[in-house]
Nanobody
Framework: QVQLVESGGGLVQPGGSLRLSCAAS????????MGWYRQAPGKQRELVAR???????NYADSVKGRFTISRDNAKNTVILQMNSLKPEDTAVYYC?????????WGQGTQVTVSS
């Protein structure tokens, strides 16, 4: 029913910025609470940021003030703007859609922060 495809990952230097996009098909992101998660090697997947259908947002303490999640309903896309990136931000970033008991994940996109 719903497919999520992330893009925008890559290699960036510490202090740099990166913009991740999550394009949805099969349904409208406006109907879902959306979230970005990340998983680094040897670590469990953790919540980075989420946005509700009413555009309320929540961020992990580690990224608060540096990352911004937003939704473009017209483009059916969710964005994660990442600024002031740190090496510890290195991980595979996943997009998630949640509507009631329905839960969908994207395939993930690699973000590497290194000099």
């Amino acid at each position: 029913q719903v497919q999520l495809v992330e893009s925008g990952g890559g290699l960036v230097q510490p202090g740099g910025s990166l913009r991740l996009s999550c394009a949805a098909s099969g349904s409208s992101v406006s109907r879902y609470d959306m979230g970005w998660y990340r998983q680094a090697p040897g670590k469990q997947r953790e919540l980075v940021a989420r946005i509700t259908t009413s555009d309320s947002t929540n961020y992990a303490d580690s990224v608060k003030g540096r990352f911004t999640i937003s939704r473009d309903n017209a483009k059916n896309t969710v964005i994660l703007q990442m600024n002031s990136l740190k090496p510890e931000d290195t991980a595979v970033y996943y997009c998630k859609a949640n509507w009631g008991v329905r839960l969908y994940w994207g395939q993930g996109t690699q973000v590497t922060v290194s000099s």
